[in-house]
Each structure stands twice: as C-alpha cells, then as structure tokens.
C-alpha cells in the first residue's frame, strides 16, 4: 500500500538585519583577505584546502557559531550561519579544511554525542583545528547507503570496524570520520542494524588512497578498514540508531549555498565581462541562482524549527546540481557568439576550474537517481 505523499514546503523566511550586519563584517574581512594576497577566488572553493583560512574564521567565530558557548560556538541563528557560508562561497574562498567538521560532523556530535565528546570534538572545531571527513559511501554501493558493507564487529572495550569507504573528502588530511556500517546482520527492513562511529584516520588498520581526478587533482580519497578497533567512548549516538542519525545528517549536508554557489565565481566574472548579446543568457542563471537561495534558506529556516527537512534538502541538491552543470555551457555558448573566452583572463580561468570539477556535483552528496527516489517517495510515485 502507498503511503500518502509528505507535503513539500519552502516557505519563504526573511533574513534579520542582524544577519545582514554580519554579511557585511565577513564580506569586509574577504575582501581584506583577498588584497593581502591571502587567497585568489576558485570555483568550487569548498573543495580547496586552507588550514589557515580555517584557523582565521575559527578565531571569528564564524565556525560552530550555532552551538553553545560551552562547546566553543557563538550561540548564533541557522540564518546567521547561511549567510557567512554564503559570503564565503561567493567570495570563493578556500575552506575545505574545516567546511565537513563545521557542516555536518559537529552538528552530528552535538545532537547525538556523549558529553565527552562534545566537550573534546566540538571546540577544535569551532577554532578550526579539527577536520573530518565523511564515511558514507561504498563501492557497489554508492549513494543507496542502506546497502552499505563495511561492519562493526563488538569486541572487548569496543568494536572492530572493516570495510571501505570511497570519495572521502580531504580524508588524507583529515583526522577522523563518522563512519556508517552495519552493526547486526540485515533484517527485513533493511534500513535497521546500522551505527555510526568517530573512526581515527591515523588508527592502525586504516588505510588511505587517492582518488585523482580528471585535473590531476587529489580531493577524493578511498579508505580502507582492516579491523580497526574504535572504543566505546567514540560510538556516536546509540548502536542501531545510525540510519536515522544518517538522515539528519544527509539534512544538513544536501541543502546549503554550496549546492548551487560552487561555480558563483564564474557567474561572477561571466555578469562583469557581458555585453548585450549576453543578457538573456545572465538573466536566466540569476533567476535560477536566486530560486534556489530561496529555497536553501527556506530549508534552513525549517532546521531552525526543529523540522527534518530532508526532501526539501535533496530537491535543493538535484536542482542546485543541475543548475551548477547547466552554467558552464551557457557560458560556453554565449562566449561564442560573443567574443569568445580569452586565455589568462578571470572568466577563462574559472570556466576551465568549473568544467574540470562539475562532473563531481551530482555524485557527492548522494547521486541524482537517488535525490529524486526522495522526492518520488516523499510524492508517493515508487
């Protein structure tokens, strides 16, 4: 029997000038960075590396800035939150060091975690000192986690985690991972049995590869578990509890500006270089682009509510994705019915950054296929 489609809501939340005051202080703070050489703006900045740029917003409190002052956070909004990632996006700053730990494993720690773990996790990353990468998908199994292989096995003291993991972020940078895996063998729903666990990625037993793209760049990484033992005290949440835990997460991590802002440094340099031929070409990608802010901030609005939006979220990430592919060959047209792109200037160099990286869009996160299995779910459609 099919259940009845969920309502998808994104209704419309303004933001505070309190939130506009501190655009302002960050979009200040960019553009000073920026003029002291410290960074050069890149596509899909949120991919590049910097433990020192992390280390500058961790002592601006633009890091963990939701949580408790306890936990090394500024006890600020959601919507605060939006908009410094925001800025930093369209700035194309180099945040990938602390943007997983601050995204989504932090949250993670602070809503399921022990205190423990709270108190020793939560303020490192917040003074961006602490990295994390993601332990979700699995070869063969992709974006469909429920068909996840790696297991953990209960032992004394602990338990023995082996398996893989691949297109960990940063993993060979990072120093630990929430890792997903089956914690008893599969019953008939086949969404029970997992746990999730702060695995140390300089624990023996781990093993990290790299995964080199099409640029030669090392981003991606697979990680292999061979029996590593993680103790009781870095269990996260409760053993059985991980595919709700994993939902949560997925929340968070599907439906920020990164989802549609990753090539905004091209747009950018796309609006500054148009000429009239070009109009109707920039005015469709700011009508998408402004869409789909609309809709990720109305997802955040919701997390601020305490609702778990998890459909909305992966209609931001497929939408934002497409968008995101969609951008470079309108650029590409219009450029050639134009003056065409010229070698050495800031649209050729963020064209070529943007075409070299989107074919990872709609693969991290979760692919396509499966963010609309979501969405024809939550509709009642499969």
């Not at 280390?55 to 600020?76: F, I, Y």
């Not at 423990?116 to 917040?126: G, K, M, N, S, V």
């Not at 004394?156 to 893989?164: D, L, V």
Request: proline share 5%; charged share 25%.
């Amino acid at each position: 029997m099919t259940s009845a489609p969920e309502a998808i809501r994104f209704p419309y939340v303004e933001v505070p000038e309190s939130a506009q005051a501190l655009r302002r202080e960050v979009r200040t703070f960019l553009a000073e960075e920026r003029a002291s050489g410290s960074f050069e703006p890149a596509c899909d900045c949120w991919a590049d590396f910097s433990e020192a740029m992390s280390k500058k917003l961790g002592a601006r409190g633009w890091l963990g800035m939701t949580w408790p002052k306890v936990h090394g956070g500024q006890e600020r909004s959601l919507i605060e939150r939006w908009v410094v990632t925001e800025e930093l996006l369209a700035a194309g700053a180099p945040v990938g060091a602390h943007w997983i730990a601050d995204r989504q494993s932090g949250p993670q720690i602070l809503r399921y975690g022990t205190d423990e773990q709270r108190r020793f996790f939560l303020p490192q990353i917040a003074r961006g000192e602490c990295y994390f990468a993601i332990g979700m998908s699995e070869p063969g199994a992709g974006s469909d986690l429920s068909s996840a292989r790696t297991v953990g096995e209960k032992v004394e003291g602990g338990w023995k985690i082996t398996g893989q993991k691949v297109w960990t972020t940063w993993a060979h940078r990072a120093h630990y991972a929430i890792t997903f895996c089956r914690t008893s063998p599969q019953e008939k729903d086949r969404h029970a049995g997992f746990s999730q666990f702060i695995v140390d990625l300089k624990a023996p037993g781990v093993t990290i590869r790299p995964i080199v793209n099409l640029s030669g760049e090392h981003h991606f990484n697979e990680i292999y578990l061979d029996g590593v033992f993680v103790p009781d005290s870095r269990v996260l949440g409760e053993i059985g509890g991980g595919w709700q835990q994993l939902m949560s997460e997925l929340a968070l991590e599907r439906s920020g500006p990164e989802r549609f802002l990753s090539p905004y440094p091209l747009l950018n340099a796309f609006a500054e270089s148009a000429t009239p031929d070009n109009d109707a070409a920039l005015g469709s990608m700011l009508a998408e682009v402004f869409t789909l802010r609309q809709m990720s901030r109305s997802v955040a609005g919701q997390l601020m509510t305490g609702r778990l939006p998890n459909v909305e979220a992966a209609l931001v990430k497929d939408v934002g994705n497409a968008y995101e592919q969609r951008m470079q060959d309108i650029v590409r047209e219009a450029q050639t019915s134009a003056a065409g792109l010229q070698a050495g200037d800031a649209l050729q160099r963020h064209f070529e950054c943007a075409v070299m990286r989107s074919p990872s869009f709609t693969l991290r996160g979760g692919t396509s296929e499966v963010l609309r299995g979501v969405v024809a779910r939550a509709l009642g459609l499969r």
